[in-house]
């Protein structure tokens, strides 16, 4: 168990992943981060976009989408508190194509009363959401 660090992925509606993992990737506030046993501690927002989990002993990742939220790292332990969490075969390109629309709808309307950024929150996260999609089709 010494080259495995222990991956927690949770959202406040379910336990989305736990278990032993070789290597963990999602995308930070600052940018795409790696994360392995023995990692420096850390604590740092995410963005919206694809946790990627190298579990240990499956030649398949596990993929998971979030869109946003926090990340606690340990040398032993990642624990991934998403603000919303969809596993990659949950994910569905109709919803998230059709949410894409109505936020860039509701920036066009310069006459509607919307909040401009959680418009503009909601485009990203449906925008990411789409990229994790593609990604996650690749790696099928």
Request: no cysteine; aromatic share 4%.
């Amino acid at each position: 168990m010494a080259n495995t660090i222990h991956v927690d992925v949770v959202s406040a509606e379910e336990e989305i992943f736990s278990g032993e993992a070789e290597f963990v990737a999602l995308p930070g506030e600052a940018g795409e981060l790696g994360i392995y046993p023995r990692h420096t501690p850390l604590i740092t927002r995410i963005r919206p976009g694809a946790v990627r989990i190298k579990v240990t002993g499956q030649s398949e990742d596990v993929f998971v989408f979030v869109a946003g939220g926090l990340m606690e790292v340990q040398p032993d332990t990642v624990t991934v508190l998403a603000d919303t969490a969809i596993r990659g075969a949950d994910l569905d390109e109709a919803k998230a194509t059709e949410a894409r629309r109505l936020a860039e709808e509701s920036l066009a309307n310069r006459e509607s009363q919307i909040d401009y950024a959680a418009a503009q929150a909601e485009l990203a996260v449906a925008i990411a959401q789409l990229a994790a999609i593609q990604k996650y089709r690749q790696k099928r």
